[in-house]
Structures are given as C-alpha cells and as structure tokens.
C-alpha cells in the first residue's frame, strides 16, 4: 500500500528527456528547409536585379529607372566620397531619437491609459481625433515651432512612432489575464510588483509589435521632414537628386532607406525572440 | 482553531438583482484539519474560500483565521485555484520563488527554498523550464510547490485538480494526501466531485443550494493513511458516499429547477 503513495511518478520524469535520433533527424530536416529557402530568396532577388538591368535602356528608358549597375556606382561614389555617412548620420540621429522618444511617451502613456479605466474613457474622444489627422499634415506646424532643424525631424518622427506604440501598449495592458493578475495579488504583489512581474511582461509581446511596426514610420517622419527643408540627411538626397533628375542617386537614396528599416526590424526580432521565448 | 466563521452573511448585485451567496452561516475548522466544501454550483463554496484569501469580505458576521480578523489579502493563506495560473514567462523556477520574492525574501534563500521544493514535487531536473514545456500535470505540481515555499499554515484549494483528466487526478490526490500527512497543514478544499471529498477529507461539508448554507457536516472516519486507489472500494465508503449524496442531490436538482 505504502509503496503505490511514495513512489506515484515514474523515474524519467526527474529531469528533461534525452536527444534521441528521430529528434536529430528532425532537426537536420529543418535546417535544410531553411538552407532551401535561403538559396530561393537569393535567385529572386537576382532575378529582379537582371530585370531591372535588362529592362534598363531597352524596355523603359534608362532616365526614369536608372539601372542596379549605375545605382551600385553612386552607392559605392558615396561611400568612399563620405557622403554617405554625412547624410545617414543625420538621418538616423533623427530617427533614432524620434523612436526612442516617441515610444518611451507612447508606452508611459499606453500603460497608465490601459491601467485606468477613467483616464481611458475621459480621454478616449481626444486620442482618437489626433490619431485620426494624417501626421504628415503636421510638418508644417512642426517646422514653424522647432525650425528647420533637426529638432522638428525628431518630432515629426516621434509623432507617428508615439500613437503606434501606444495603442498597442494599451491593448497589451488591457489584454493582460486576470487570473494572473488575481494569483499574484494574493501572493501579496503590491501595485508595483504587479506591474512589474505580471503587466510589463504580458504586455511586452504587444509592445513589442508596436515597436517593430513603428520601425518604417520613424523613418517616414524623419525622411518627409526632409524633403520639406533641410540641407543634409538621406531625404534631402533624395530630394535634390530628384531635382537634378539624377535617377540613379535617387534609387541609391531609396536603397539606403529600405537597408535601414531592414536592419532595424532585424534587431527588434531579435530582441523579440529572446524576450519571449517563454512562448515556446 | 485555525479558522472560524461567525454569523457570514455574503450578498452580491447582479445584473441589477441581489443574489444571497452566503446566509448565516457558522463554521468552525481545526489547526491541522483537512475539510472538504461541496455543494451545487453557485451555493457560495468559493465564495467562501474567497473570504478566507481575503479577496471578499462579508457583507455581515466575522471570520477569524488564527484568531484575527481576515481583512484585506490574508497572506497567511496558501491559495490554488483551478486555473493554470503560472507566469508562462518565468521559468518553473522563477515561478516557484515568486513568492518569495514579492514578500521580500533575498534571492539566494529564495532560490534554494524554491529548490528545495521543486525536490520535494520531483520536478528538480525541469527548474530552468517555462510552463508551457511541461504537462498538465507537471504544471499542477509545480503550483502546489509555489503554494508551499512560503509556509502558509492554511492551504486553500478551490478545485484545484477540476481541469485533470481521471487518472492524473487520483495521482495528485496521493501526492496532497501525502504533503498533508507530511506538513500537518490545515487544508480547506472545494470540490464538486464527491468521491475526491470523501477520500481526502476529515470532514465533508454540504452546501444547500442559493442561498448558501450549511446543510449537512460528515466526518469521515475512513482510518489513515488512506491509499487513495483503493480507498473508494471500502463498504464503509459507500456508505458515506450515498449517505452524502443523499444530502446533496436535492440541492443539486433545486438548482437546476430554477
């Protein structure tokens, strides 16, 4: 009788179960599909580049899409020229602190409105009819508060970054199980501890969403502030290679742009995989 | 006396209609006494357990845990619910020592009492695991660890083996039985199921149906320790089994009627 009491789990279940040959078979298998898909995502886009080179001069005129050999050209002139990093720096100083900004007041915000019902119903009307103005059309009105500047770049940046981050913040917050919230409280979480061991991390996979979506828009805010006034940064190259019908600087530009959000992206989904492997 | 219950009254305001949950009931529990709440749905046997957690408090009467006054979160209480309520994104671990942790107990004893208990429930080799790697009841077993690392003199379950299948169940009933008999702990259970009741508990007590009240108290004198496997096979537990229905189906039925 003792015996069927003491001993109710079986020995295996001490301790996680060894790698056994159909698990390594089963690794080995994905590590080819990915080898595969790798290997096909670089035949397209080769296949879109020799289009593109054919298409030039031929299909289309040269002056209206340039060709990848004259756009790698001016990218490597810049790179060499300097002028690459004179313009990018600038771009990413504003675009780095618009998202930081804009995303540390959207989360504060998007937190405090998801932990208040009142605040959130009070302010509810107001949000809504900012979020609704296209940001774009507040360029001007930062321009005349900020300057020409860097200052009204970060701004328009932060601005659209800021209503991204926030309306996933509070859909996080408001998402949160109550049974969590429940279970901790009863083992004694004061309002801070819940915030911090129960909201925060229940939330981050939102939060986390807003961030990566809010990648392209800070560089959206930041390149419009340039192309509206300004003499240096990535936008304002565009802008004036545009000018000077310089086809081929203009793509170099858009090329510059689409390797930074990529860039960007690829970080946050790292950090995102990491904070939450708990997912599994 | 660990816990007695004095005159409890419990209303609640629904959908713009008063409901009685608890009505005049009294209810004295033991130090180390392992009592099962059974009863229809909605006879305000969690309610009461809610009472006890300190999560309600009675609209009327007073209830006294170690004898004080329950008022605010009672964290003299262990509680396990029937909800998988571990934190997905910490580790078994980290889901043990949380305890700990928000009462304020350094890191390094708070890692090595949480081990400690992770040993106890045979889960020691899966500690750097999150929840979501382990099964139903392997994450059952590790919130009776989170509930035991801080002591709590009264453990409070409400259903809390409910979502397990039927084997798995039995299983987890010898492995409380077994902390119980180990800890001496006072342990006050909410069930539905009826055969879970009589083979774990001291004394069974029958909710009757809206308004709650205390219909019938049963001492189950089944001598221990008790195998949990065979126990339901007894002559004597039949007897307490259909002596207990009968109490409590008409409850059952009235409840159903309305």
């Known amino acids: 009788m003792s015996d069927a009491r003491t001993s109710v789990f079986e020995a295996g279940e001490g301790g996680p179960v060894e790698r056994s040959q159909a698990v390594v078979a089963y690794e080995a298998s994905e590590v080819r599909k990915r080898r595969v898909r790798l290997v096909l995502q670089l035949v397209v886009g080769i296949a879109i580049l020799g289009f593109w ?228 | 006396m660990s816990i007695v219950v004095d005159q409890v009254v419990k209303r609640f305001v629904s959908r713009g209609r008063e409901v009685l949950a608890l009505e005049n009931v009294d209810l004295e529990i033991e130090d180390g006494e392992f009592v099962a709440f059974v009863g229809p749905s909605g006879c305000g046997k969690s309610t009461l357990l809610n009472m006890f957690a300190g999560i309600l408090s009675p609209n009327s009467g007073t209830i006294l845990h170690d004898g004080r006054t329950i008022e605010g979160i009672n964290r003299r209480v262990g509680y396990m619910t029937q909800a998988d309520s571990l934190l997905p994104w910490r580790t078994v671990l980290r889901n043990v020592q949380l305890p700990l942790e928000l009462q304020g107990v350094g890191r390094r004893e708070a890692q090595s009492r949480a081990r400690a208990l992770l040993e106890k429930v045979d889960l020691a080799g899966f500690a750097d695991h999150f929840p979501i790697e382990l099964s139903g009841g392997m994450r059952k077993r590790v919130a009776i660890a989170q509930v035991l690392v801080y002591d709590p003199g009264t453990l409070l379950m409400d259903e809390p083996l409910g979502a397990l299948d039927a084997q798995l169940k039995v299983i987890m009933q010898a492995e409380l039985m077994r902390i119980w008999e180990e800890t001496g702990k006072t342990v006050v259970f909410v069930t539905h199921d009826l055969v879970e009741a009589i083979t774990l508990a001291q004394r069974v007590i029958v909710f009757s149906g809206r308004p709650g009240r205390i219909k019938h108290i049963a001492r189950i004198d089944i001598p221990r320790p008790r195998d949990v496997f065979k126990v339901r096979f007894q002559p004597e537990f039949q007897q307490y089994y259909e002596a207990l229905w009968a109490e409590l189906a008409p409850e059952i039925s009235k409840g159903e009627a309305v």
């Open chain 1, 53 to 280: 080179q054919i298409a030039s001069g031929t299909l289309v005129d040269r002056f209206f899409i340039s060709s990848p050999i004259a756009v790698g050209q001016e990218l490597f002139d810049w790179v060499v020229e300097g002028t690459l990093w004179r313009h990018l720096s600038i771009t990413l100083y504003a675009m780095i602190w618009g998202f930081t900004l804009g995303s540390l007041i959207g989360f504060t915000l998007g937190f405090i409105f998801g932990r208040s019902e009142t605040v959130a119903a009070v302010f509810d009307p107001y949000i809504t009819a900012l979020y609704c103005i296209p940001k774009i059309a507040l360029a001007p009105l930062f321009i005349m508060w900020f300057g020409i500047g860097i200052e009204s770049k970060i701004a328009m940046s932060a601005t659209i970054v800021f209503f991204l981050v926030f309306l996933n913040t509070y859909s996080g917050v408001r998402d949160v199980s109550p049974i969590y919230i429940h279970a901790t409280r009863i083992m004694g979480a004061s309002q801070w501890q819940l915030l911090r061991t129960v909201i925060a991390p229940s939330a981050a996979a939102w939060v986390l969403t807003g961030l990566k979506v809010s990648v392209p828009y800070s560089l959206i805010g930041v390149v419009v502030g340039e192309f509206m006034s300004s003499n240096r940064g990535i936008g304002f190259l565009i802008a004036q290679a545009s000018g000077l019908f310089d086809t081929a600087a203009v793509f170099s530009g858009l090329v510059v742009l689409a390797l930074v959000g990529a860039g960007m992206n690829a970080a946050l989904k790292r950090i995102e995989k990491y904070l939450l492997r708990w997912r599994g």
